[in-house]
């Protein structure tokens, strides 16, 4: 059983920065495929931000996060990196980490991923 727990999140003003991370535990993400953030808004659904293969470093991103945000892996400390910059009061959200065991490229969809962690608050203000 694998375990994601993600961190980093707080509140920063528009404009600035923030990175979150995602830690697993239980099995490495070297048994994982794809590794994806999330983001869900209040009231509103959740929405794919980022994603990367985890064998081949290829990275996906939203539109809507393209050139702002930037997501890495550090394989030895088993941890998933989200770094955002130049954000924006619609940048709030709780953010998700998810892994997914068989590849997809179906990477932006919620269901391609079989693990989620508890999610981590990110509020920019304007």
């Known amino acids: 059983q694998v375990q994601l727990v993600e961190s980093g999140g707080g509140l920063v003003q528009a404009g600035g920065s923030l990175r979150v991370s995602c830690a697993a535990s239980g099995r490495t993400f070297n048994n994982y495929r794809i590794m994806g953030w999330f983001r869900q808004a209040p009231g509103k659904e959740r929405e794919f931000v980022a994603a990367?293969?985890?064998?081949?470093?290829?990275?996906y991103y939203a539109n809507s996060v393209k050139g702002r945000f930037s997501i890495s892996r550090d394989n030895a400390k088993n941890t998933v990196y989200l770094q955002m910059n130049s954000l924006k009061p619609e940048d709030t959200a709780v953010y998700y980490c998810?892994?997914?065991?068989?590849?997809?490229?179906?990477?932006?969809?919620?269901?391609?991923?079989?693990?989620w962690g508890q999610g981590t608050q990110v509020t920019v203000s304007s």
């Open positions: 998810a892994a997914a065991r068989l590849y997809s490229d179906a990477y932006y969809q919620r269901s391609t991923y079989d693990y």
């Open positions: 990367i293969n985890w064998s081949s470093g290829a990275t």
